[in-house]
């Protein structure tokens, strides 16, 4: 325990020398302005706080997502506080669909020079009652969803010789948490490819960052999907995404992914907690491994193996929503999250 314990201490004077450096060593500060953006699952939750800072800052935003109610919602915001921003819907899953809308934006823009992969689903609930089509929905929509947008844009980057990419995963890219499975592992595929595509399109001069947050303050507890005991699975991730200290305000996050973007850095945790739990993770596997397993007994159980999915919205308690999710709740409201079930 002890050498334990000092091997942690040695990770945290590690990360702050990082962050040092890191600091004396930024680039001058680069405009947006005049840019374009395009930014999958835009309409809402973090993809939306970052078309605000983007458009606040004069670039030039372009949305996409699968209801085109929440685009329509979400570009009135923009354009009402002087954004200029286009969307429509799209399904990244779709490679056809993802090649039509990317054509669309060059064609309106003329030019692309930021690409953000943030759509994202998040099905939460115990192992034995995943199906192998969950996987297949969660590696469609963070890793194939990704490609496509990816494959669609690099003809116009690699035309512009240069350009942005930043693919937003999870601190479930880095460590793999019981009741998360088929969102862990294709958050970690979605690490693995942007971290190999960031060495291989460097030298064309398009950087790509590799994001990795934790909990984030978005509001989108109530658009996850939940399995086995639902009131049980939302109220317990419900709380733990408004916790203040580990969780990070999606203001906050979105500020802290844009500058990532700016300065294009190669990774980005977003939060202290992220960083340090990485890093002990990358140090001491089987520290984080034993946590986890002495957590995974204490959490929601369903022997019946219920197939059925609920949102979020569809699975409220006593818990939740409460004062113990009012952060999140008050995210919800500000991040277009409230348009089913109010």
Same mark, same amino acid.
């Given at each position: 325990?002890?050498?334990?314990?000092?091997?942690?201490?040695?990770?945290?004077?590690?990360?702050a020398?990082?962050?040092?450096? !890191?600091?004396?060593?930024r680039?001058?500060?680069?405009?947006?302005?005049?840019?374009?953006?395009?930014?999958?699952?835009?309409? %809402?939750g973090?993809?939306?706080?970052?078309?605000?800072?983007?458009?606040? /800052?004069?670039?030039?935003?372009?949305i996409?997502?699968r *209801?085109?109610?929440?685009?329509?919602?979400?570009? !009135?915001?923009?354009?009402?506080?002087?954004?200029?921003?286009?969307?429509?819907?799209?399904?990244?899953?779709?490679?056809? /669909?993802?090649?039509?809308?990317? *054509?669309?934006?060059h064609?309106?823009?003329?030019?692309?020079?930021?690409?953000?992969?943030?759509?994202?689903v998040?099905?939460?609930?115990?192992?034995?009652?995943?199906?192998?089509? *969950?996987?297949?929905?969660?590696?469609?929509?963070?890793?194939?969803?990704?490609?496509?947008?990816?494959?669609?844009?690099?003809?116009?980057?690699?035309r512009? !010789?240069?350009?942005?990419?930043v693919?937003?995963?999870?601190?479930?890219?880095?460590i793999?948490?019981?009741?998360?499975?088929?969102?862990?592992?294709?958050?970690?595929?979605?690490?693995?490819? &942007?971290?190999?595509?960031?060495?291989?399109?460097? /030298?064309?001069?398009?950087?790509?960052?590799?994001?990795?947050?934790?909990?984030?303050?978005?509001g989108?507890?109530?658009?996850?999907?939940?399995?086995?005991?639902? %009131?049980?699975?939302?109220?317990?991730?419900?709380?733990?995404?408004?916790?203040?200290?580990?969780?990070? *305000?999606?203001?906050?996050?979105?500020? !802290?992914?844009?500058?990532?973007?700016?300065?294009?850095?190669?990774?980005?945790?977003?939060?202290?907690? &992220?960083?340090?739990?990485?890093?002990?993770?990358?140090?001491?596997?089987?520290?984080?491994? #034993?946590?986890?397993?002495?957590?995974?007994?204490?959490?929601?159980?369903?022997?019946?193996?219920?197939?059925?999915? %609920?949102?979020?919205?569809?699975?409220?308690?006593?818990?939740?929503?409460?004062?113990? #999710?009012?952060?999140n709740?008050?995210?919800?409201?500000?991040?277009?999250?409230?348009?089913?079930g109010?």
């Open positions: 325990m002890v050498s334990k314990l000092r091997t942690v201490g040695w990770v945290l004077a590690g990360t020398l990082a962050l040092t450096v !890191r600091s004396l060593t680039r001058p500060r680069e405009s947006f302005a005049g840019k374009t953006v395009v930014i999958s699952g835009g309409s %809402r973090l993809g939306l706080e970052m078309a605000r800072l983007w458009t606040a /800052e004069g670039a030039r935003v372009a996409c997502a *209801d085109g109610d929440e685009i329509a919602r979400a570009l !009135r915001e923009l354009s009402t506080k002087g954004g200029n921003a286009w969307g429509r819907v799209c399904d990244v899953t779709n490679a056809a /669909e993802v090649n039509g809308f990317m *054509d669309a934006v064609q309106r823009f003329n030019r692309i020079d930021v690409v953000v992969n943030n759509a994202g998040i099905q939460v609930g115990p192992e034995n009652c995943m199906t192998a089509s *969950d996987y297949e929905n969660a590696l469609a929509t963070h890793f194939w969803g990704p490609y496509h947008m990816i494959q669609a844009a690099l003809p116009f980057l690699r512009q !010789r240069g350009g942005r990419i693919n937003i995963s999870s601190i479930g890219g880095r793999s948490v019981p009741h998360l499975l088929p969102y862990c592992t294709s958050k970690f595929a979605l690490v693995g490819y &942007s971290e190999g595509l960031a060495t291989v399109l460097a /030298e064309e001069g398009i950087s790509v960052t590799t994001v990795t947050p934790g909990l984030m303050r978005t989108s507890a109530r658009n996850a999907e939940f399995k086995g005991r639902h %009131r049980a699975e939302y109220a317990m991730f419900g709380i733990a995404a408004a916790l203040p200290g580990i969780t990070v *305000d999606s203001k906050t996050a979105a500020r !802290r992914i844009v500058e990532a973007c700016r300065r294009r850095d190669p990774a980005l945790s977003v939060s202290w907690f &992220s960083a340090l739990a990485s890093r002990v993770h990358g140090l001491c596997p089987g520290l984080t491994t #034993t946590a986890l397993s002495l957590a995974h007994p204490h959490l929601p159980t369903d022997p019946d193996r219920s197939p059925e999915i %609920r949102k979020g919205w569809q699975s409220e308690s006593a818990w939740a929503p409460s004062w113990l #999710t009012l952060l709740d008050q995210a919800s409201v500000r991040n277009n999250e409230l348009a089913n109010n």
